[in-house]
């Protein structure tokens, strides 16, 4: 679908996981709605493309956080897409040289230590910057602000320590052999979605809430909100009458930065599938790399944080190659020559994401509260800055957008 109603009971804006698991749920429920989805495909931040025809690659999810607790693993068994539990290489080198196995198990010792004191901390109930929690002057304080880079795509001056401990992880991570962002868009084939439909005004003030959009304008009774926080903070949808409640519940809860970059590899079969590379560091400028996926003849680095930024302030290509000098800096600069560039994420400059995930700005952990509630039994919100446990998901946002949808049809007196 295309075209716009001119009226709806449920309007839904963003076709992401939040907006899917809303959308897929009200279609038997005898209401009318429809999803506003301002690019023109569906999955928002989950999105697989073929990098090559040998090459699958999430620009987005990729991981199956909490499998025993993911929404998606039931959805991915019912419409066969097949999971792959190989266990994550995140604590795992590959390359001993890189990072000699003696150091990297005083730096595990480091983190578990770190987490320790954060888990301590938050019993206390008192927010604070998570960076309070390192050991001043130990030599791994950069690796473990690089870890949080990767979690929460900010280092730990920029994180609430409460919202750090809030975090529910089962410690399973499975994938998706066809992707991720593949399996979202899958779920949400069957919903009726106007693309190209941006979103710039929700008018509250009136008996029917009036949608301004680049398609026209649409009158609803409920609308859902999925959009990501930093749109609703740099005001690029607004409210009037203005909800400065929202508006600053998303301020506190910005989205943190984080890159992915795929690059083919000619040879090198004899790299271990599946294995984690990353070089040791003393600052929180450094990627982590996972070797051949799925045993895919390519190597994935992950970038997250200040340096992300830098590198994408740097623009196209320059994640591409920080990505070849970071591995041929591991691996030799033999490598250098058996890697061609795929292709690589800009999720900051994306103009309907801003960003990569919603973490806490310290002090603002209970925002996420804040901005899950709903205005006036009319406009709901959703996504994955709303969830108190598992945030910044794709999970998390799908079952947000449950709690959504539930909201608003009790609110239409219907269950
Ligand atoms: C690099 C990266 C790696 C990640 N890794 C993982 C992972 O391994 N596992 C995991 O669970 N999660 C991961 N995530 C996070 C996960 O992708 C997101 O939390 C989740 O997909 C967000 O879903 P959402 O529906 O809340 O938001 P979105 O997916 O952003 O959906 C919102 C939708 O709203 C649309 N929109 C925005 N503004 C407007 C407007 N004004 N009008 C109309 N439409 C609008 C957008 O285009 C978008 O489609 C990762 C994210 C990134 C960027």
Redesign the pocket.
Known sequence: MSSLPSTTDIAI?????????AAEALRDKGVSFVV????S???????TIMASPDVTF????????SADR?S?VAIAERLSFAIDKTRPPWRDQAYDAAFPRAERDDFIRALDAFYGRTEAAALRGMDAPASNCLEPGDRWNGMIDAICTYLN?CELDQMSLLDFEAYEDTEL?WRIRRG??AL?AAYGADVPVAFN????LIDHGDKRIRLT??LGTLTADKVIV???TN?IADE??RFTPALPAKFEAAAGLP?G????VTLALDGWEHLPKDSGMRGQSSSARVGSFQLRPFGQPCIEG?YGGSFAREIEAAGEGALTAQAIDDAAALLGNDIRKSLRPLAE?R?GA????R????HALPGHAGKRAVLAAPVDDRLFF?????PSD?????????D??ERAWKEALASLGRR
Request: overall charge neutral; proline content about 3%.
């Open positions: 804006i963003g076709a992401g996981a939040a907006g899917l698991g506003l989805e301002a690019r495909r569906l999955g928002g931040r989950a999105h999430d620009v987005g999810c990729g991981w199956l956080h993911n998606f795509g991570n991720y962002g979202v439909c941006n979103v710039t959009t680049s999925t959009v990501p749109l690029a949808i989205l930065l984080d890159n992915k992950f994420s999720w994306d103009p309907f994401a960003g990569a995930y919603s959703a996504g994955e800055a709303t598992f945030f910044s998901t794709a999970h998390g946002a799908r947000s957008g």
